[in-house]
C-alpha cells in the first residue's frame, strides 16, 4: 500500500516522474489563484525549484483553446466538443509545461486539472463521468498528481468574489453546485492524494494547511533551485 503522502507513481503509469505535481481544484473564485501565488512565495523561500501554470491556457494551442471556451461571445459549443477542447489543453499543457517540468525534477503548481474536467464537463453538462475520465486519462499520460488541493466553494458565496462573468460562470447555481458534488465525489474516492479546505477559511490558514501536507512531499523528490540547469 501506498504511504501517506508518498508520490504517486502507479506501476500502469508510464510516466512516472521525478518531480512534484500539485494541482489546486474548486470552483470559480474559490482561491486557487491566490493560494498558488502563496505557495510560490513559500517555495521560493526554501529555495525549491518549482513551475506555476494553470488550464487551460498555458500554452499557445491551449491559448486558443481558453478563448473560445470562455468568451461569452463563442458561438454555439456543445457538451461533447467542449469537453473535447477542454482535453486538447490538458494533453497539450502535459506534453509541453507539466511533464517537462516534472522531468527536469521540479515542484509543478497548476491551478486546475483533470478534475476540473469530470467536474464541469462530467457533473456539470451531464457527460457521462467514465468516458469523460478515461478519455482524459488518455491525453495526459494518466499522469496524476502527487497531491490534489480542493477549494470546496459554496456557489452562493463564490459568486460574491465574481465580478465579470466568462462563459461558463454564466452558468446557473445548479450547474455550479454539480460541479461541487463533482469535485467532492473525486476527492472522497481518493482521499491520500486530496486536501480537502472549506474556501472560506483565512487565506492564511488555508495556505498553512497547504504546506503542512505539501512538507513530507518535498523531503522526498524535490530538487533544491540551486541545483537546477537554469
Ligand atoms: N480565503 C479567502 N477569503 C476571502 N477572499 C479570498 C480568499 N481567497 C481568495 N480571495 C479573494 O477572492 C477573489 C478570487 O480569488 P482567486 O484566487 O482569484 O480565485 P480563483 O483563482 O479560484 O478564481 C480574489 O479577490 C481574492 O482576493
Ligand atoms: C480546466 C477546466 C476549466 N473549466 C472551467 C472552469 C472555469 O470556469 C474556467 C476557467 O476559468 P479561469 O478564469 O481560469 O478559472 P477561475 O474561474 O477558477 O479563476 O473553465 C472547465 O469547465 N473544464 C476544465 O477542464
Given at each position: 500500500?501506498?504511504p501517506?503522502?508518498?508520490?504517486?507513481a502507479?506501476?500502469?503509469?508510464?510516466?512516472?516522474?521525478?518531480?512534484?505535481?500539485?494541482v489546486?481544484e474548486?470552483?470559480?473564485?474559490?482561491?486557487?489563484?491566490?493560494?498558488?501565488?502563496?505557495?510560490?512565495?513559500?517555495?521560493?523561500e526554501?529555495?525549491?525549484?518549482f513551475?506555476?501554470?494553470?488550464?487551460?491556457?498555458?500554452?499557445?494551442?491551449?491559448?486558443?483553446?481558453?478563448?473560445?471556451v470562455?468568451?461569452?461571445?463563442?458561438?454555439p459549443i456543445?457538451?461533447?466538443?467542449?469537453c473535447?477542447?477542454?482535453?486538447?489543453?490538458?494533453?497539450?499543457?502535459?506534453?509541453?509545461?507539466?511533464g517537462?517540468?516534472?522531468?527536469?525534477?521540479?515542484?509543478?503548481?497548476?491551478?486546475?486539472?483533470?478534475?476540473?474536467?469530470?467536474?464541469?464537463?462530467?457533473?456539470?453538462?451531464?457527460?457521462?463521468?467514465?468516458?469523460?475520465?478515461?478519455?482524459?486519462?488518455?491525453?495526459?499520460?494518466?499522469?496524476?498528481?502527487h497531491?490534489?488541493?480542493?477549494l470546496?466553494?459554496?456557489?452562493?458565496?463564490?459568486?460574491?468574489?465574481?465580478?465579470?462573468?466568462?462563459?461558463?460562470?454564466?452558468?446557473?447555481?445548479?450547474f455550479?453546485?454539480?460541479?461541487?458534488?463533482?469535485?467532492?465525489?473525486?476527492?472522497e474516492?481518493?482521499?491520500?492524494?486530496?486536501?480537502?479546505?472549506?474556501?472560506?477559511?483565512?487565506?492564511g490558514?488555508?495556505?498553512?494547511?497547504?504546506?503542512?501536507?505539501?512538507?513530507?512531499?518535498l523531503?522526498?523528490?524535490?530538487?533544491?533551485?540551486?541545483?537546477?540547469?537554469?
Amino acid at each position: 500500500m501506498t504511504p501517506p503522502h508518498a508520490p504517486r507513481a502507479a506501476s500502469n503509469d508510464p510516466r512516472a516522474r521525478r518531480g512534484v505535481f500539485v494541482v489546486f481544484e474548486g470552483g470559480d473564485s474559490a482561491g486557487k489563484t491566490t493560494q498558488v501565488r502563496a505557495l510560490s512565495r513559500w517555495l521560493t523561500e526554501r529555495g525549491v525549484a518549482f513551475t506555476t501554470t494553470h488550464e487551460p491556457g498555458d500554452s499557445w494551442l491551449g491559448a486558443q483553446v481558453r478563448r473560445l471556451v470562455l468568451s461569452p461571445d463563442s458561438g454555439p459549443i456543445g457538451p461533447r466538443a467542449e469537453c473535447l477542447l477542454y482535453i486538447a489543453d490538458k494533453a497539450q499543457h502535459v506534453d509541453e509545461v507539466v511533464g517537462p517540468a516534472l522531468d527536469r525534477g521540479e515542484v509543478v503548481v497548476s491551478d486546475r486539472y483533470v478534475d476540473s474536467t469530470i467536474a464541469y464537463q462530467a457533473a456539470g453538462r451531464f457527460l457521462a463521468a467514465d468516458d469523460v475520465e478515461t478519455i482524459a486519462r488518455w491525453a495526459t499520460g494518466s499522469l496524476r498528481p502527487h497531491l490534489t488541493v480542493l477549494l470546496d466553494v459554496d456557489p452562493d458565496h463564490a459568486v460574491n468574489r465574481l465580478h465579470t462573468k466568462d462563459r461558463i460562470e454564466r452558468e446557473g447555481d445548479d450547474f455550479h453546485r454539480r460541479v461541487r458534488a463533482g469535485f467532492l465525489a473525486l476527492a472522497e474516492r481518493d482521499p491520500e492524494h486530496y486536501l480537502v479546505l472549506p474556501a472560506r477559511d483565512s487565506i492564511g490558514s488555508i495556505s498553512q494547511r497547504v504546506r503542512e501536507r505539501l512538507e513530507p512531499l518535498l523531503a522526498e523528490v524535490s530538487v533544491p533551485a540551486d541545483t537546477m540547469g537554469s
